[in-house]
Every structure is written in structure tokens, then in C-alpha cells.
T-cell receptor, first 112, second 113 residues
Framework: DAGVTQSPTHLIKTRGQQVTLRCSPI?????VSWYQQVLGQGPQFIFQ???????GRGNFPDRFSARQFPNYSSELNVNALLLGDSALYLC???????????FGDGTRLSIL | GQQLNQSPQSMFIQEGEDVSMNCTSS?????WLWYKQDPGEGPVLLIA?????ELTSNGRLTAQFGITRKDSFLNISASIPSDVGIYFC?????????????FGQGTILTVHP
């Protein structure tokens, strides 16, 4: 079975632009979470969605938004990009909220 | 954002040696997870712990959920070169925080043949 898949794998944007990152969870998984990982640090929680509803939001500005679709795939949107948004964006899925999360390989976002 | 205190930050060991690392928090967690991340890849789940005092093994890896629910430990026995990578602990609180994992800063493991 396929694991968590994310697209694109790499992305280069300039300051002020907008970006959309995509995630397909493991088949049957209904919970999707997004994390930001800056070089040299552990992942930081951004959002969690379960059954298309937002269940949690981390300490990120309103420039960050997300949604989950009926097929449980998800998108993360970031507006008005800043240099500090350069990071690896990870998506994780789980069967339910209380089950272990499994991660994709991430989207490497670079802001010039 | 909040991160767990993970130590050591890095380890350089010889192949065959045992490894220990730990993670502490000022908050109580209901679940502790240990992940390994290789360059260019996402974290891979190694062990999940659900009860205070629980001791769980996965091959040469053994992890424990601290009885205070504020810490966890990971041991790797008889290390091999493919153990090289970054190991992260992650905790999950209960209630409305079910979907949120809080991560440590990672332990970079280097194994010399």
C-alpha cells in the first residue's frame, strides 16, 4: 500500500507569493496533520483535520490555511510568503486522532 | 513553538555499541512516539507508547514511557551503520490536542564502522 504522498517535492517561490501544498493520506486514514520543519529542528504542528473538520491549529499566522477534501486528501495554503517560511512541510496521516501518525517525505519550500 | 527537551543533541559511537537517548517535558503526555528521520525523507515511526511505565521493543530498539508521564527513553542495542540518522521523540496530550504532536529537537546519531 502507498504511504503518505506529498506534492510537489520541491518548490521555489519569491517573497509575497502564495503557495499550495498537497497531501494524500494512507488509504483509510481520515486524519491529516501538517507540520513545518525548519533545518536543525523538530517538526512544528500547524493544523490537524479529521473528517474534513479542523481539529487543531498551531501557533502560526493567519497566512497559513488548510482544508481537507471528501476523499481525505488535504491542501496547505500559505499567502504572502516570507523568507522565514522556507522549510520542509510535512504531512502526516492516521486512522483516527488517537492513532500514531505516519509522515510523507515532505515538500521542500524555498523562498527567495 | 514548544519543543520537548531531547538529549543528547548528538552522539558519535562505534558499531556494536549501545545507545541511549531521552526526552523530557514540563507537561504530561498521554502518548509518546519515537521517530527516525533520514536526509531528504520524512520521519518514520519506530515505537509508540500509550501507558505510563510501558516498555516496548521493536527489534534492537526499546522505548519506555516514564511513570511521571513527562519523559520517555529510547535505547538501541548493538548499533549498526544503518542506524545513522536523526531520532525524534514526540508527545501527544489528551483531550482536544489529540492530533497535535510536540517534537523534541532531535538526536543526531553517527555510527562509525
Amino acid at each position: 500500500d502507498a504511504g503518505v504522498t506529498q506534492s510537489p517535492t520541491h518548490l521555489i517561490k519569491t517573497r509575497g507569493q502564495q503557495v499550495t501544498l498537497r497531501c494524500s493520506p494512507i488509504s483509510g486514514h481520515k486524519s491529516v496533520s501538517w507540520y513545518q520543519q525548519v533545518l536543525g529542528q523538530g517538526p512544528q504542528f500547524i493544523f490537524q483535520y479529521y473528517e474534513k473538520e479542523e481539529r487543531g491549529r498551531g501557533n502560526f499566522p493567519d497566512r497559513f490555511s488548510a482544508r481537507q477534501f471528501p476523499n481525505y486528501s488535504s491542501e496547505l495554503n500559505v499567502n504572502a510568503l516570507l523568507l522565514g517560511d522556507s522549510a520542509l512541510y510535512l504531512c502526516a496521516s492516521s486512522l483516527r486522532d488517537d492513532q500514531p501518525q505516519h509522515f510523507g517525505d515532505g515538500t521542500r519550500l524555498s523562498i527567495l | 513553538g514548544q519543543q520537548l527537551n531531547q538529549s543528547p543533541q548528538s552522539m558519535f559511537i562505534q558499531e556494536g555499541e549501545d545507545v541511549s537517548m531521552n526526552c523530557t517535558s514540563s507537561s504530561i503526555f498521554n502518548t509518546w512516539l519515537w521517530y527516525k528521520q533520514d536526509p531528504g525523507e520524512g520521519p518514520v515511526l519506530l515505537i509508540a507508547l500509550y501507558k505510563a511505565g510501558e516498555l516496548t521493543s521493536n527489534g534492537r530498539l526499546t522505548a519506555q514511557f516514564g511513570i511521571t508521564r513527562k519523559d520517555s527513553f529510547l535505547n538501541i542495542s548493538a548499533s549498526i551503520p544503518s542506524d545513522v540518522g536523526i531520532y525524534f521523540c514526540a508527545g501527544r496530550a489528551g483531550g482536544t490536542s489529540y492530533g497535535k504532536l510536540t517534537f523534541g529537537q532531535g538526536t543526531i546519531l553517527t555510527v562509525h564502522p
